[in-house]
Nanobody, 125 residues
Framework: VQLVESGGGLAQPGGSLRLSCAAS????????MAWARQAPGKEREVVAA????????YYADSVKGRFTISRDNAKNTLNLQMNSLKLEDTALYYC???????????????????WGQGTQVTVSS
């Protein structure tokens, strides 16, 4: 299994960034996926998750209405569109694969068994 994130960088408050995750080594279309983030000194948290069909999504309250998770099963790609960025969105962002196809939308990081290397998002004026 390999998950490779891209698209991070520096953005101003109120700006936008789009993250992508290229997945390989497993049947991407069978697994729910998620984006998580970890800020310095804080625990890793799931901020968005999506079912294998893309039909259902979950968002943490801190990003609801600003972030949009999506997937392209034909291209084995997971995306996170981040709008109206805030200073507190600064973190290392990870793409994650859920442990089992039978699990639902999980918000606990322990439910995910493979993670990418992360891409840094810095929001600063």
């Amino acid at each position: 299994v390999q998950l490779v994130e891209s698209g991070g960088g520096l953005a101003q408050p109120g700006g936008s960034l789009r993250l992508s995750c290229a997945a390989s080594g497993f049947t991407f279309s069978r697994y729910n996926m998620a984006w998580a983030r970890q800020a310095p000194g804080k625990e890793r948290e799931v901020v968005a998750a999506i079912t294998w069909t893309g039909g259902r999504t979950y968002y943490a309250d801190s990003v609801k209405g600003r972030f949009t998770i999506s997937r392209d099963n034909a291209k084995n790609t997971l995306n996170l569109q981040m709008n109206s960025l805030k200073l507190e969105d600064t973190a290392l962002y990870y793409c994650a694969k859920i442990r089992s196809p039978g699990l639902g939308l999980m918000t606990d990081t322990i439910r995910y068994d493979f993670w990418g290397q992360g891409t840094q998002v810095t929001v600063s004026s």
